[in-house]
């Protein structure tokens, strides 16, 4: 790892960031990096692209009659407003299951961090609000296509997970042995890797490149979820919904817990995978438009969409503004 962003206090440096970035093809060829590319990390959310494949390839989105943006809810870390509670209790109501099956757990809305708000002390919270509950969603719609037990379907050595688990390491190209398993904020099972195989795993979506037959057109109507309503996959001021706004249809790009970021590129065919060490985001941000900003991706007459998070303003209390994250980023061609 090595410095990536740091944080200033009037006039002097306070804080400092360090991380890696691995950008590959879809041969899995380093092309850029910054820090350490193969360091081992966890994927957390950043996974929801590849986790959502077998609902896909057992037939549950068709049997089921998922709408695009039902498809989209399914890849999203939603903000658990209004429009994405109608569309989790929506998927739900589709495969003739309820809120009460969900297993992803209750937390207050992300808008509510999102757009700086507090809940009300006697506010109650749903699992249709939490950020995974569209994962949640479309995992118990494959439970029921493929005759699972629904009530199992969190489990990693049931049908449902190894399902999973399988098209992980395929779309990541990790042998199974290889692959640090550990449970995610929503308690479903996640992956550590190296972050290189992370962005290998976006490089193979964008680029179509598979050897499952028939695999790279569940990729294609992946990216087209997600790029018709990445709203679904994100939400108001949220990092993801900004980016792909700001690239509509040359990206797709996820977040994951703990400052990770995966990027695909899809004209370059490439993968970009970011880690910020110590978990925090407000170095991500910056990081990550820097970096797609020194690969060309990310033209400058396009940033306005992301202004807020190019280099974010650090304020106290009163709302002073004392200092800012600022990137300090530099990619090196491997």
């Known amino acids: ?52 494949i077998p609902v896909y390839e057992s037939g549950a989105v068709d049997r089921f009659g998922f709408s695009i943006s039902g498809q989209a809810i399914m890849c999203g870390s939603h903000n658990g407003s209004p429009r994405h509670v109608a569309q989790a209790k929506e998927n739900l109501g589709k495969i003739g299951l309820t809120e009460s099956q969900l297993k992803c757990g209750v937390h207050p809305p992300a808008e509510y961090t999102a757009k700086g708000l507090l809940p009300h002390r006697d506010e109650v919270f749903s699992p249709l609000q939490h950020n995974c509950s569209g994962k949640h969603s479309g995992q118990l719609a494959l439970a029921l296509q493929i005759g699972a037990d629904p009530e199992r379907y969190l489990e990693f050595d049931y049908d449902v997970q190894q399902q999973v688990f399988k098209a992980v390491c395929d779309i990541y190209e990790m042998k199974p042995a290889d692959v640090k398993i550990g449970t995610d904020g929503c308690s479903l099972p996640n992956f550590g890797m190296p972050l290189k195989n992370m962005a290998l795993a976006y490089a193979n979506i964008v680029s179509g490149k598979t050897k499952v037959p028939g695999r790279e057109k569940v990729f294609a109507r992946i990216v087209n979820a997600i790029q018709t309503d990445p709203f679904m996959v994100s939400g108001e001021e949220r990092f993801d919904l900004a980016l792909m706004s700001a690239l509509p249809d040359k990206i ?9 970021e995966c990027v695909g590129i899809a004209d370059k065919g490439w ?24 690969l060309g991706v990310l033209p400058d007459d396009r940033l306005s969409f992301v202004r807020k998070f ?5 304020r106290n209390y009163r709302n002073i503004h004392f200092g800012d994250v600022v990137p300090s980023v530099k990619l090196r061609k491997a």
């Not at 797709?252 to 990770?260: L, N, P, Q, T």
């Not at 190019?310 to 650090?314: A, K, S």
Request: aromatic share 8%; charged share 20%; hydrophobic share 40%.
């Open 252 to 260: 797709i790009c996820k977040v994951g817990g703990e400052a990770v």
């Open 1 to 52: 790892m090595e410095p990536l962003a740091y944080t200033t206090r009037g006039n002097g440096i306070e804080s400092v960031h360090y991380g890696s970035i691995a950008v590959t093809d879809n041969q899995g060829n380093i092309l850029f990096y910054a820090g350490d590319p193969e360091v081992v990390t966890f994927t957390r959310s950043s996974a929801k692209f590849i986790q959502v």
């Open 271 to 294: 993968g970009f995978a970011a880690k910020i060490s110590d978990g925090n985001t407000r170095a991500l941000w910056p990081v990550v438009i820097e970096s797609l900003r020194q």
């Open 310 to 314: 190019v280099r974010p303003e650090l």
